[in-house]
């Protein structure tokens, strides 16, 4: 399965990158896999999500727990809690 | 009552005025309408400008989904969200939310709940750029903003 | 924090945007600012224009003093109320206040108390003009009213 | 001694003036006093004041209840509950 991912503010920062395009194995269900196996790329992305429990994602746009289903999805989006206002 | 809805993201400043006005405008049932503003705060001299990113698409979407909640709970006449992006200085004006009703009660609550909602659930985050030239952080969530939006749950708010 | 308080009692019209401006205007401390206008209704078309009577000098004194004790229970900026009298078509504003301050929270508590209270304690007087030339008469309190003052009675409201 | 009064709303339209100076009697004390006091004055008066208890006053312009003293003040108003914002 192919899907686009996108990083925001300093989980961008530590992952070097703002956007890609990645095919996780089969076994990769939701978004807490998802976060478990990017950690294992790199430094980066292990520094990004060394603590997955201040992690946000957003599922097409729309806010999601990490026990939520990847499977569909077309955008899985990873950043901070939100600073906005 | 139905409920005109308008959110922006924008990186150029607003007119809370025309914003008001548009929602308003040719209308007799409104009494009562509050617009809020969110500005850029220099923190006793120390921040020289904040750095906002967003996530486009979901920006708006999110906050359009926080506005239909409020248009569900308060008679409204409407209600507008205008963020901005980009280097901000302090001073100039983030944020700006206006709602419009027939009762003054509904105008400030909705305003409000909007705001909350916004601060903890719209994705932006704020990075400082520091006046002394050190390196600015990315601004902490803070556990205030949870609290107020949290306070909406255990109240029905009418 | 000093709060920078203007109270104005007039005919005209006024303009949000300079009386927020006044508040805002050369100062970096300033993160929120809620400005609320309360219109004239044509309650469902029946309404051709309300009359407003006031008690000059009085009217200034009593808005001066709700003003200073929000001024004592919030820490503001800046706090500005401009109350019309005469006659008032539907559509038209009535009054604005505006409350500016360092958080959100005081700026949305001093705006609304300031309302409340006003609606309660500021010698103004309200009289129908009719859309059916029919005899207008005055309107009258409401209880609605001295329950929303009450209530910042009955909390500390920090 | 000397008094000014004012009224207002339909306080003022069932006296049919605006402003006057009076002169009450030295027994009458209090707010309260002077309503009924004013009251037996004509029917206009009586109109204005049948229900005292919704009548709001102000001594000097500041709000004060029926039983504030009238001694030392310059201006005594009286009006109907408030409607404006």
Same mark, same amino acid.
């Given at each position: 399965m192919s899907l686009d991912l996108r990083y925001f503010a300093w989980v961008r920062e530590r992952i070097g990158h703002a956007e890609e395009t990645v095919e996780p194995p089969? $076994? *990769? &269900?939701?978004v807490g896999e998802l976060i478990a196996w990017l950690s294992a790329r790199d430094e980066g992305y292990a520094a990004a999500f060394a603590v997955p429990e201040v992690i946000r994602a957003a599922r097409d746009q729309e806010h999601v727990e990490?026990?939520?289903? *990847? $499977?569909? &999805?077309?955008e899985i989006a990873f950043f901070p809690p939100m600073t906005g206002g | 009552m139905s409920c005109t809805i308008r959110i922006r993201i924008q990186r150029e400043a607003f007119d809370t005025e025309s914003e008001t006005a548009f929602l308003? +405008? +040719?209308?007799?049932?409104?009494g009562a309408t509050v617009a809020f503003t969110g500005l850029c705060r220099d923190e006793g001299g120390t921040l020289k400008a904040l750095h906002l990113e967003h996530y486009p698409g979901m920006a708006e979407a999110e906050i359009g989904r926080i506005a239909e909640q409020a248009a569900e709970r308060w008679q409204l006449a409407g209600l507008t969200a205008v963020h901005r992006y980009g280097r901000l200085a302090p001073g100039e004006p983030i944020v700006l939310v206006v709602a419009a009703a027939t009762h003054r009660k509904a105008a400030f609550e909705a305003a409000s709940f909007l705001m909350d909602y916004l601060k903890t659930r719209a994705p932006f985050w704020k990075k400082e750029e520091r006046s002394d030239g050190s390196k600015g952080e990315w601004v902490e969530a803070k556990e205030a903003d949870d609290e107020a939006a949290a306070r909406w749950r255990s109240t029905n708010g009418k």
């Amino acid at each position: 399965m192919s899907l686009d991912l996108r990083y925001f503010a300093w989980v961008r920062e530590r992952i070097g990158h703002a956007e890609e395009t990645v095919e996780p194995p089969a $076994e *990769i &269900a939701t978004v807490g896999e998802l976060i478990a196996w990017l950690s294992a790329r790199d430094e980066g992305y292990a520094a990004a999500f060394a603590v997955p429990e201040v992690i946000r994602a957003a599922r097409d746009q729309e806010h999601v727990e990490h026990d939520a289903p *990847i $499977e569909g &999805a077309r955008e899985i989006a990873f950043f901070p809690p939100m600073t906005g206002g | 009552m139905s409920c005109t809805i308008r959110i922006r993201i924008q990186r150029e400043a607003f007119d809370t005025e025309s914003e008001t006005a548009f929602l308003t +405008g +040719g209308r007799k049932d409104v009494g009562a309408t509050v617009a809020f503003t969110g500005l850029c705060r220099d923190e006793g001299g120390t921040l020289k400008a904040l750095h906002l990113e967003h996530y486009p698409g979901m920006a708006e979407a999110e906050i359009g989904r926080i506005a239909e909640q409020a248009a569900e709970r308060w008679q409204l006449a409407g209600l507008t969200a205008v963020h901005r992006y980009g280097r901000l200085a302090p001073g100039e004006p983030i944020v700006l939310v206006v709602a419009a009703a027939t009762h003054r009660k509904a105008a400030f609550e909705a305003a409000s709940f909007l705001m909350d909602y916004l601060k903890t659930r719209a994705p932006f985050w704020k990075k400082e750029e520091r006046s002394d030239g050190s390196k600015g952080e990315w601004v902490e969530a803070k556990e205030a903003d949870d609290e107020a939006a949290a306070r909406w749950r255990s109240t029905n708010g009418k």
